[in-house]
C-alpha cells in the first residue's frame, strides 16, 4: 500500500492510478490501495480493474474490506477498468451501506459506462458519489 503525503499530491496520486494495461487486457482482478492524507482527514483509494465475478466475489470483499482497516475517513474506488456482475454490485451496495454506517464516506471515480447502466438498471445511481475527474478527486481529499 502506498502513503503519500504533502504537496505534490495530485500528481503522486495520478501516477499511483495509471492502469497497468496487460491486467486490464487480461480480464485479471486486481486492487491497488493508495492512501492519501491531509491535513485534514485521510483517504484510501482503491484502483480495481478487470472482471469482477462470482469466481472473484470473496478476494472483491476482502479487498473492499482491507481498505477500512487503516481508519480511513473517505474510501474511494477507482472502477476504470472494472465489469462488475450483479452478484458483485451487492457486494459493493453492502460495502457502501457499512461505510456509511460508520460515518465515512465512499466515491465511485472513474465508473464505466457497462457499470453506470447497471446501477441505473437497478435505480442504485443515487445511493453513490460519483467522481469523473482527477480535480473531483482532488476536491473530494479536502472537503
Known sequence: MKDFIGSSLLG???SALTLDLATVQEGKFDCCPVI???RENSTVIGRFTGAIGLP???EFREALHSLTLEGMEKVILDFEAVSLSRTAL???V???ASIRGNDKRMYLYRVSRE???LLGEL???PFFYF???EDDVLMALVV
Open 12 to 14: 503522486e496520486c495520478a
Open 36 to 38: 492519501a492524507r491531509t
Open 56 to 58: 472473484q466475489i470473496r
Open 90 to 92: 451487492g457486494v459493493l
Open 94 to 96: 453492502a460495502f457502501a
Open 115 to 117: 457499470v453506470r447502466d
Open 123 to 125: 435505480d442504485l445511481v
Open 131 to 133: 467522481l469523473e475527474t
